[in-house]
């Protein structure tokens, strides 16, 4: 059973940045496909940022330039690194693993941005 845990987060004022991590733990995720989604209140979980297995990342229009993702593979870890942060990106924000047709997700973080 894969583990995710979340860490990171918090409050920061508009232009600021943070730095979200997520320690994975109980299984091998090597050739799996990592993401960070996101959900503001009222709204659906969106997908932020996916790295694949081979390296390869993808970005929301909306974050394009500002985020950035990686991994740690030795440390099992995966983190969102957010820059320039706008009011609009507050939200919980999730990381995710998908690996052989299944999908486990972190326990959330709050980002707070204020202008």
């Known amino acids: 059973q894969v583990h995710l845990r979340q860490s990171g987060g918090g409050l920061v004022q508009a232009g600021g940045s943070l730095r979200l991590s997520c320690a994975i733990s109980?299984?091998?995720?090597?050739?799996?496909?990592l993401a960070w989604y996101r959900q503001a209140p009222g709204n659906q979980r969106d997908l932020v940022a996916n790295?694949?297995?081979?390296?390869?990342?993808n970005y929301a229009d909306s974050v394009k330039g500002r985020f950035g993702v990686s991994r740690d593979w030795p440390r099992n870890s995966v983190f969102l690194q957010m820059d320039s942060l706008e009011p609009e990106d507050t939200a919980v924000y999730y990381c995710n693993v998908q690996t052989r047709g299944r999908s486990f997700w972190g326990q959330g973080t709050q980002v707070t941005v204020v202008s």
């Open positions: 109980g299984g091998n995720v090597a050739h799996a496909t």
């Open positions: 790295m694949s297995s081979d390296g390869s990342a």
